[in-house]
């Protein structure tokens, strides 16, 4: 009976051994892929990649370095910029989501827990390049000459509810009113 016990638990172990050593083969898989990626993630040359990157900006930062991806430069009002790298064929929906992500992983990297409401970012502010507005989001950034290390800017508009268009920011009267007395008269 004592001989049983003494097979059983020499085939428990050869199983223990068979897996992994008791540990679960894909957390061992995970926890050394884990160190690698921090390790190359810490090499200055890879410092543009996230800390937890997915395939498709592996894929945009991989077209950057080969030439088929651009690097465009986004300045906010208060003169502030960053960058979001995409592809040559990317849309205006493509930077608005890009510019949505480099954001929120900025405010994250401050350990800040404000949400922005990318709803009204988007109905009060556009974007632009030499003042040309990237209203349409189907439209292809290349066709407004956009190019690597392009910039485009933020800039607020008022959209007309009847022509569902964009039209110029209405200045307020109190500000015209003021512009007026303000000038010397002759």
């Known amino acids: 009976m004592a001989s049983i016990y003494k097979h059983e638990e020499r085939g428990r172990i050869s199983n223990r051994k068979r897996r992994g050593g008791g540990y679960n083969t894909n957390t061992v898989k995970k926890a050394r892929l884990q160190s690698t990626l921090s390790a190359l993630l810490e090499d200055l040359i890879l410092a543009d990649v996230p800390k937890k990157p997915t395939l498709t900006e592996v894929d945009t930062l991989i077209s950057l370095e080969l030439g088929s991806g651009m690097r ?54 556009g974007l632009s390049h030499h003042n040309d507005k990237l209203i349409d989001d189907s439209a292809v950034l290349q066709d407004f000459g956009i190019r690597n290390n392009s910039q485009v800017h933020f800039v ?22 003021l512009s007026k007395c303000s000038q010397p008269t002759n």
């Open 72 to 125: 465009l430069s986004v300045a906010k009002m208060d003169v502030n910029s960053f960058d979001v790298a995409l592809l040559n064929s990317a849309t205006v929906k493509d930077l608005k989501l890009a510019i949505q992500k480099k954001t929120n992983e900025m405010e994250q990297s401050k350990m800040s827990h404000r949400r922005i409401s990318w709803r009204h970012v988007w109905a009060n502010f």
């Open 156 to 177: 607020p508009y008022v959209m007309s509810k009847a022509y569902r268009k964009h039209s110029r920011r209405k200045k307020h009267r109190f500000f015209h009113g």
